[in-house]
């Protein structure tokens, strides 16, 4: 960490300082969708809430309150003044948003949509995460882990169910071709690699109704 040096100031709790730090060591992004606040830019406002984290559309914001020793976070929505607890400390609220934007920023991934009736077979060998979804998320959003792959498992977009159907959509990512082609396999979906040469997440078809 001694060749990093972030310009902070020292009401920045250490694990903040520390994320930041870890972030600017890796080489590579490591956020994708949503966004951390710049290490310049941090700064508590009059009632000690340190605003850290941004929603990738401004719509929601989290804080951790600096007057708590236990640092939980908070979250607004944009345009209202209200903080409401998110129940997760900053430190588990940072592990999540990272689980959650590699999953997002994977170049090994593809999504695939699975009735519920089939969810348990799809999901072998994972386990669920201990994180609650977002509030910029539907409140039935899980993150699931293997050994070597993590899924996002949320509600379908709008129209991608039929009326009556249930359908979950599955996201999976790993840190290699080869290991996202053996959860791949499981639905018939062989040489994805191949296929798809950039490793992209393999584009939703359109709704059939």
């Known amino acids: 960490m001694s060749d990093v040096h972030l310009e902070v100031s020292p009401d920045v709790p250490a694990q903040l300082r520390d994320w930041h730090t870890m972030a600017a060591l890796a080489g590579s992004p490591v956020t994708f969708q949503d966004r951390p606040i ?11 809430m340190l605003e ?13 309150d600096l007057n708590d020793d236990t640092l939980q976070v908070f979250f607004r929505e944009d345009g ?10 900053l430190g588990h609220f940072l592990l999540h948003c ?3 934007e590699a999953i997002i920023g994977s170049s090994s991934k593809f999504t695939i949509f699975v009735d519920s009736s089939e969810i348990n077979e799809a999901m072998d060998s994972f386990e669920p995460l201990k994180f609650e979804a977002l509030a910029s998320e539907e409140p039935q959003v899980k ?9 996002r498992m949320a509600p379908p977009p ?5 009326p009556g159907e249930q359908l979950w959509m599955l996201t999976f ?7 996202i082609e053996r959860y791949a396999s ?12 950039t490793r992209m997440e393999i584009p939703y078809e359109p709704p059939p109704f």
């Open 173 to 179: 990512a790993a840190p290699s071709d080869s290991c």
């Open 80 to 89: 209202k003044g209200d903080w409401t607890g998110t129940g997760e400390t």
């Open 158 to 162: 709008t129209g991608y169910a039929e």
């Open 52 to 64: 850290f984290w941004a929603e990738n559309q401004s719509g929601y914001f989290w804080a951790v």
């Open 98 to 100: 990272t689980v959650r």
């Open 186 to 197: 499981r639905f018939g979906l062989e040489g994805l690699a191949a296929a798809e040469p």
């Open 38 to 48: 710049s290490p310049q830019d941090l700064a508590p406002d009059s009632h000690g």
């Open 143 to 151: 993150l699931w882990c293997s050994e070597d792959a993590v899924v």
